[in-house]
Structures are given as C-alpha cells and as structure tokens.
C-alpha cells in the first residue's frame, strides 16, 4: 500500500511540474506575442479591452459585444499611454491599461488612411483638444456633455472634434438591449424611473465597427 502511495504521489508532482513548465511556457510565448503587438501601435490608435465590473457587463450586454471599455494611444517622449475616461480621466501607461482587461487582451484598431490622416499636426489638435477632460470625472449618466465623460465618449469627440473624423453615428440609449434583467437593474439603480432614452450615446462596439477603421492588433486570436 505505501508502495502504492509513493508511486501515485511520484506521479501527481510530475504531472505538477510538467503542467507548471507547459504553463509557463504558454505564458511566456503569450508575453512575447504581447510585447511584439505593442511595438507595431501608433500614436491615435483606438485600443480596445474587456473590463470585469458590474457596469460593464451591462454594457457588453445592451450592446451585445464583448468589448465594455476604449481609449486612445499616444506615444509621448517614446512611451506609449492610453488616454482613457476612467476615474478621473487620465493618461495610463499601455503596458498598465492591458493589464486591467479580462485576460489581458486587447483590440488595437487605426485609422485606414492613417498615414496621410493623422499626421503630427492633426495629431497635436488631437491631444490639445482632449486636454480639456484630463482629471475630469467618469460620467456614470451617460450623458452627451463636456461636464464629465465616459470611455467611447471621449474617443469619439477627440477624433470629431480634434481631427474631424466622425468614427460612427450617435445612437439613442433606446436603440440597445435595455431588456435584460442586468441591464434593466444597472439603468433601475442609476436612473430610477426616468432612464433618458432619447439621450445620445456612443458605445465602444460602435467605434470597434467603425467601417473608417481597420484592425492592427488583436490579442484575442491567439
């Protein structure tokens, strides 16, 4: 019996570490992949991610995509940022920004005709016309104004605003699947009973379907 023991016990630390070193292995050539995708991102690409919170399962669900959160890459004095609205708005080094995603994947998506579209110029209205957010609050509401501001909001107005380039229609909060039982609580907790469903809205699944953008990296299909 002991003898028994011993060989099932040999057994399980093999499989362990054979496991551990294939883990490992996976892990690694994930990071390397990783690491390669992030050197070909350019300054203006839209990057986009799977957030775990409660508000944004309600988002990928009303608007039936996996994607709940987006942001902007800017490359400043050689490193790369994401220019988010998250709590508050702000500037979050790439590397960070991948790291909060749902295993962290990521969709880089760009401009089509970006090399003749987005040059330095262009580029500089950009950031100087997305400035005005920076440290601003994250708009729980949803609301199309200036005062605060959500994720896709803001990726959407700097590209309108800063480069003149309308990345999709606005949509009104009544055109998504406000049916489900998460949904419907989400919009219940936040607005009680006066959701404002003629409010225009923008969501990252209409920016990822933007037919003026084209895909440069995505981590999802490895």
Same mark, same amino acid.
Request: a positive charge.
């Given at each position: 019996?002991? @003898?028994?023991? #011993?060989?099932?016990?040999? +057994?399980?630390?093999?499989?362990?570490?054979?496991?551990?070193?294939?883990?490992?292995?996976?892990?690694?050539?994930?990071?390397?992949?990783?690491?390669?995708?992030?050197?070909?991102? !350019?300054?203006?690409?839209?990057?986009?991610?799977?957030?775990?919170?409660?508000?944004?399962?309600?988002?990928?669900?009303?608007?039936?995509?996996?994607?709940?959160?987006?942001?902007?890459?800017?490359?400043?004095?050689?490193? !790369?940022?994401?220019?988010?609205?998250?709590?508050?708005?702000?500037?979050?080094?790439?590397?960070?920004?991948?790291?909060?995603?749902?295993?962290?994947?990521?969709?880089?998506?760009? $401009?089509?005709?970006?090399?003749?579209?987005?040059?330095? *110029?262009?580029?500089?209205?950009?950031?100087?016309?997305?400035?005005?957010?920076?440290? @601003?609050?994250? *708009?729980?509401?949803?609301?199309?104004?200036?005062?605060?501001?959500?994720?896709?909001? +803001?990726?959407?107005?700097?590209?309108?605003?800063?480069?003149?380039?309308? +990345?999709? !229609? #606005? !949509?009104? +909060?009544?055109?998504?699947?406000?049916?489900?039982?998460?949904?419907?609580?989400?919009?219940?907790?936040?607005?009680?009973?006066?959701?404002?469903?003629?409010?225009?809205?923008?969501?990252?699944?209409?920016?990822?379907?933007?037919?003026? $953008?084209?895909?440069?990296?995505?981590?999802?299909?490895?």
């Amino acid at each position: 019996m002991k @003898k028994v023991f #011993l060989i099932i016990a040999s +057994l399980l630390i093999i499989f362990f570490v054979f496991g551990k070193i294939n883990s490992m292995q996976v892990d690694e050539a994930f990071a390397e992949m990783n690491e390669k995708g992030q050197q070909l991102l !350019k300054d203006g690409d839209i990057i986009f991610q799977t957030s775990q919170s409660k508000q944004c399962e309600a988002v990928r669900i009303a608007t039936n995509s996996k994607f709940s959160h987006c942001g902007i890459i800017y490359e400043i004095k050689g490193e !790369k940022y994401v220019f988010e609205a998250v709590q508050p708005v702000k500037l979050t080094p790439l590397k960070e920004w991948i790291s909060h995603g749902e295993g962290n994947f990521y969709l880089v998506k760009r $401009l089509k005709n970006a090399k003749v579209t987005l040059n330095s *110029d262009i580029l500089y209205k950009m950031k100087s016309y997305g400035s005005q957010f920076k440290n @601003k609050n994250y *708009d729980l509401y949803f609301e199309w104004s200036d005062t605060k501001i959500y994720c896709s909001e +803001l990726v959407w107005k700097v590209y309108k605003n800063g480069a003149n380039i309308e +990345l999709c !229609k #606005l !949509k009104k +909060l009544k055109n998504f699947n406000l049916d489900n039982p998460r949904v419907k609580q989400i919009l219940s907790e936040r607005y009680g009973d006066k959701i404002p469903l003629e409010e225009q809205v923008v969501a990252p699944s209409q920016i990822v379907d933007s037919p003026v $953008l084209e895909t440069v990296v995505d981590t999802y299909l490895k």
